[in-house]
């Protein structure tokens, strides 16, 4: 006989989900120290002493003491069992009732579909009978939408499969970057912690100013990796600024040298080295005032990842626009991805799209070759269904 509780613990709650095909790191007890604008609850339910079912619920404090509940990619749960997933709903708009909830927000972590951008998507069965059961239990779908804004979680990511991972799979611009950056020679990457955060925190704060964004602020990234402990950390890519001016003035002054001794008959080949030396005078310039400026290291490129059950989430990532030609994310992405898979972990998530085709924000991602992960989307539970309407519409201006 099922039984709905409503005050699991952390540990707890955390071994349910590890132990769910489920698992997700937004699922995670570690999440709801994160969402500090959010008070929050470890739900379940409970078949005689086993756990059958759990969730963290986020709880947003609205004006005269109601509130709105979201449920981020979870809760974890056998969706093909038909009768759990209605003892759980009805308990849990039970109990939201008794918090004034107006309604409760639901984004499962149900794969609707999953393939290579060059395959043809083969839809879940399995999702599409989830979603049924969902509609049974009183849940609205939002829809399969697209665009990035319509939902809290993108309803598209690209994740990469370990077992198939590496060069060899790239797409062909892939490749032609990623050894573009292996070519360069002055670059180092390497793991960190919160001891490097300096250099994270600039990198993220050039990629706020080039795309004209609003992302997260140092305090936040600090609290990730305060909260997952060794399960989280920065790769962080280096240009030895130094080595590479002095390359180049090398270059420099031996291309004057050739210049010089160019005969005056061989006209193709002084042209050749004049366009040669205004490149290299260009570019003596540049790394000349980057060394003032930066001194003789720089961190040009970073990515924050956090490991949770199967998969290593890079969730924030940054590069400094004065050295995007040299393609240096593509070494620390792949740094960052070959660190998760060396931990055990099978994907590594690089993050949400939009879904739309031609979409610009996927081409960077696109050159790993990954898989793309389509989920079923939000749900909404109406739980006070007179001020459910009015809730909605409040929350999408809002949103």
């Not at 007890?29 to 969402?35: E, H, N, Y």
């Not at 005269?64 to 974890?76: A, E, H, N």
């Not at 209605?86 to 609707?112: E, G, H, S, T």
């Not at 290593?312 to 960052?336: M, V």
Request: charged residues 30%; aromatic residues 12%; hydrophobic residues 35%.
């Amino acid at each position: 006989m099922y039984r709905f509780v409503d005050n699991i613990e952390p540990a707890a709650h955390d071994a349910c989900v590890l132990g769910s095909p489920q698992n997700n790191l937004l699922q995670s007890a570690g999440w709801a120290r994160v969402k500090t604008g959010w008070d929050h609850a470890f739900v379940g339910v409970f078949d005689g002493d086993e756990q059958v079912a759990g969730a963290l619920v986020l709880i947003k404090r609205l004006p005269l003491s109601f509130t709105m509940m979201y449920v981020p990619r979870g809760p974890v749960m056998d969706y093909g069992n038909r009768e759990l997933v209605l003892f759980f709903f009805r308990a849990l708009k039970d109990w939201a009732k008794k918090q004034r909830c107006l309604f409760v927000k639901v984004d499962p972590n149900l794969v609707y579909a999953r393939h290579h951008e060059e395959e043809e998507k083969e839809v879940s069965r399995e999702v599409s009978r989830a979603i049924d059961h969902l509609a049974a239990a009183g849940l609205r779908h939002l829809g399969f939408t697209t665009g990035m804004s319509a939902t809290i979680q993108p309803r598209f990511q690209m994740q990469c499969l370990g077992a198939e991972y590496g060069e060899e799979h790239f797409t062909g611009k892939g490749k032609k970057n990623y050894r573009i950056a292996v070519k360069n020679g002055h670059f180092t990457t390497i793991r960190a912690g919160k001891e490097k955060m300096d250099d994270f925190a600039r990198v993220m704060g050039c990629t706020i100013e080039r795309k004209g964004v609003a992302l997260r602020d140092r305090e936040y990234y600090e609290l990730l990796l305060d909260t997952y402990g060794e399960d989280a950390y920065l790769t962080l890519t280096y240009l030895d600024l130094k080595s590479m001016y002095d390359e180049v003035f090398s270059r420099y002054r031996q291309c004057v040298s050739d210049l010089n001794q160019c005969p005056e008959s061989a006209p193709k080949k002084r042209a050749k080295l004049e366009e040669t030396l205004e490149s290299l005078t260009r570019r003596e310039k540049n790394y000349g005032e980057y060394l003032v400026k930066y001194g003789d290291s720089v961190c040009v490129a970073g990515t924050l990842t956090v490991m949770y059950g199967d998969t290593g989430e890079l969730l924030y990532a940054g590069a400094d626009n004065d050295f995007r030609r040299l393609q240096a994310p593509y070494l620390t992405w792949d740094a960052a991805m070959r660190e998760t898979f060396a931990e055990g972990r099978a994907w590594a998530n690089m993050g949400g799209i939009s879904g739309l085709e031609g979409d610009g924000l996927e081409t960077f991602k696109r050159s790993f070759h990954p898989y793309i992960f389509e989920y079923a989307g939000e749900f909404d539970l109406p739980v006070m269904k007179p001020l459910y309407g009015l809730a909605k519409k409040l929350y999408e201006s809002r949103k």
